[in-house]
């Protein structure tokens, strides 16, 4: 019904940035929560971002306020996450999630 696909991950060394993407097929967006999730092998995944399509609130895991933004694109298939003054521990697996659809991810990781 829906399919998902994150993209924009990549290597980048602490203190740059990164812009991540998450396109969604099948189905636009509409009137929903969109989230960002990151794993780690070996780690459970984490909840990092949300935000609420209708009204555009949006809501962060503390390790992150201030240094990422999500946001929706023009097209209502789109939703990104800009992350800037990256820190090795962001590095990660980054998942893309609406309703019951996952993304298969897109790695980001960050060197010192």
């Known amino acids: 019904q829906v399919q998902l696909v994150e993209s924009g991950g990549g290597l980048v060394q602490a203190g740059g940035s990164l812009r991540l993407s998450c396109t969604a097929s099948?189905?636009?967006?509409?009137?929903?929560?969109v989230n960002w999730f990151r794993q780690t092998p070996g780690k459970e995944r984490e909840w990092v971002a949300r935000?609420?399509?209708?009204?555009?609130?949006?809501t962060y895991t503390d390790s992150v306020k201030g240094r990422f933004t999500i946001s929706r694109g023009n097209a209502k298939n789109t939703v990104y996450l800009q992350m800037n003054s990256l820190k090795p521990e962001d590095t990660a697996v980054y998942y893309c999630n609406y309703e019951w659809y996952w993304g298969q991810g897109t790695q980001v990781t960050v060197s010192s």
């Open positions: 099948g189905r636009t967006f509409s009137s929903a929560v």
């Open positions: 935000i609420n399509w209708s009204g555009g609130v949006t």
